[in-house]
């Protein structure tokens, strides 16, 4: 079964960076699920739905949500089954727990998620 685990959350200034990580198991297979599948990063902040905001192929292209086009960046290494969201020049409305799963996502993927706080 493959689990995802999030981390890098954090209390973070208006202004501030922030990098996020996922690492993935590998199925029983061998074959791990970044291996094979493009791959996201998700955010739902209080009150609101689970959002796509950053995404990227199998061969490497990326989308960005307009909210954090130009901030956010996001990035994968196949062979260590990682997956990081450098964030950048963060703003309140980013706090959120944020998510890593595939795109689109796969229901029995979703771990417990990392908390972005950013506060003065």
């Known amino acids: 079964q493959v689990q995802l685990v999030e981390s890098g959350g954090g209390l973070v200034h208006p202004g501030g960076s922030q990098r996020l990580s996922c690492a993935a198991s590998r199925n029983i297979f061998g074959i791990t699920v970044f291996s094979i599948k493009d791959l996201g990063w998700y955010r739902q902040a209080p009150g609101n739905q689970r959002e796509l905001v950053a995404a990227i192929s199998l061969d490497g292209s990326t989308n960005y949500t307009d909210h954090v086009k130009g901030r956010f960046t996001i990035s994968r290494d196949n062979a260590k089954t990682m997956v990081y969201l450098q964030m950048n020049n963060l703003k309140p409305d980013d706090t959120a727990v944020y998510y890593c799963?595939?795109?689109?996502?796969?229901?029995?993927?979703w771990g417990q998620g990392t908390q972005v706080t950013v506060s003065s």
């Open positions: 799963n595939t795109v689109p996502a796969t229901d029995h993927y």
